[in-house]
């Protein structure tokens, strides 16, 4: 079984990049998501999802030369949990998008509102719709 995650969102801080012992490259950065929707009261609704995200040697590469903060990206890959021991001996956890896609989107001009999620209670509850 092949787990696939994709997300559409903008970077919180600028990639930081590093080398591994094996020659490699790792780039890791955080992408924010936005959900606004009207729920059926008519109250405005606003929720944020933070996503760590990695990718390794060229598109490492590629993410660390054209991402920037801000920047609208398209990430797709899998989620993968990893543990350690912090200096405490604490056991910590951390989820990540491991991806091996990114296509930059919006350009200069992008619109703020570039990208809508929109969820299924958004139906107008007025029954002149012919649908």
Known sequence: MYQRTEI????????????LPNGGTVCSFSVATD???????GQK???T?????????RLAEICDQYLDKGKLV???????????????GVKRYKTELIANEMKMLGGKTEPDNAVKVERPDDTPEDSSIPF
């Open 74 to 88: 398209f990430l797709a890959g899998r989620m993968k949990t990893r543990s350690w021991d912090d200096k405490d």
């Open 49 to 57: 999802e933070w996503f760590n995200c990695v990718t390794f040697n």
């Open 45 to 47: 609704h606003e929720e």
């Open 8 to 19: 559409i969102g903008r970077l919180g801080h600028p990639p930081s990049t590093r080398e």
């Open 35 to 41: 959900e606004k929707w009207t729920g059926k009261n």
